[in-house]
């Protein structure tokens, strides 16, 4: 849903309609693996609150049913201009690469990731820059599970959070079970957690309502990759755990 748009992509517009979808789709990425195979683009230290929760990809408005081929809008017109100003003020924790600081300016800046968010999936919202980003934060930390289970920190089940670095991992179905509702969860071919998308009504404002099961569509599409039988145990890498076991590797192919 999200791939990277290259200059003159960000620039064409489409003729999708702001407003015109069905749910939003959130989607959360485990940044120690994404930085161990996008080093260049990592924005998490040790200390941060995204080596140890699940940070925001991002809020896209989807279809509940493709239409045409395509599952969600994207690059509607608009008039509005994404600022810094329009990012809570924790973003820095929830979504690290969607902001920066400009230190020749001493002054915080948009990061690419969050240009990027507004352009492809916020113009189709129909909400103003601001409300956009603010409602997800606010869908981040209402996740809860099922019956309101208050097994969540800000968004990150607490399974998750115990299991950081563990050689056994997370079993699949309790990570599944977790949640309220269907979602989907991605994993790498070594069964490092990468992604977990969940599914949430728009209401008739275009702000987001309750979490919703995903649509069978994105259930079995490569957002979900834990196929019965393939991956039993998720594993939660600790950030710089996988490049270090790729590193030491290295280093003994090397050596024969």
């Given at each position: 849903?999200?791939?990277?748009l290259g200059d003159k992509a960000k620039k064409t517009r489409s003729r999708d309609e702001?407003?015109?979808f069905d749910l939003y789709?959130?989607?959360q990425t485990w940044a120690p693996v994404f930085c161990c195979s996008h080093p260049n683009k990592c924005n998490t230290v040790t200390w941060a609150y995204s080596a140890t929760h699940l940070s925001l990809?991002?809020?896209w408005p989807g279809y509940a049913q493709a239409r045409g081929g395509h599952?969600?809008?994207s690059n509607c017109e608009s008039k509005a201009k994404l600022i810094v100003a329009d990012l809570p003020s924790h973003f820095v924790?929830?979504?690290p690469s969607y902001c920066g600081y400009n230190t020749a300016k001493h002054a915080p800046e948009l990061g690419k990731l969050g240009v990027h968010e507004w352009q492809k999936h916020g113009t189709c919202t129909s909400l103003e820059p601001g409300k956009y980003m603010a409602e997800a934060v606010r869908v981040v930390e209402s996740l809860t599970g099922p019956g309101g289970a208050k097994k969540f920190d800000r968004g990150?089940?607490?399974v998750l959070t115990s299991k950081i670095g563990s050689p056994e991992g997370v079993p699949a179905n309790e990570l599944r079970l977790s949640y309220?509702?269907?979602?989907a969860i991605r994993v790498d071919n070594h069964c490092r957690l990468e992604e977990v998308t969940s599914c949430w009504a728009k209401l008739s404002d275009g702000t987001v309502g309750e979490q919703v099961h995903c649509p069978e569509y994105l259930l079995r599409s490569a957002r979900n990759s834990i196929i019965e039988g393939s991956c039993s145990n998720v594993l939660v890498v600790k950030l710089g755990q996988c490049l270090a076991a790729e590193q030491k590797r290295a280093a003994a192919a090397n050596k024969r």
């Open positions: 849903m999200a791939a990277a702001a407003g015109d789709v959130l989607a990809h991002g809020l599952t969600y809008p924790d929830i979504a990150t089940p607490t309220a509702r269907h979602v």
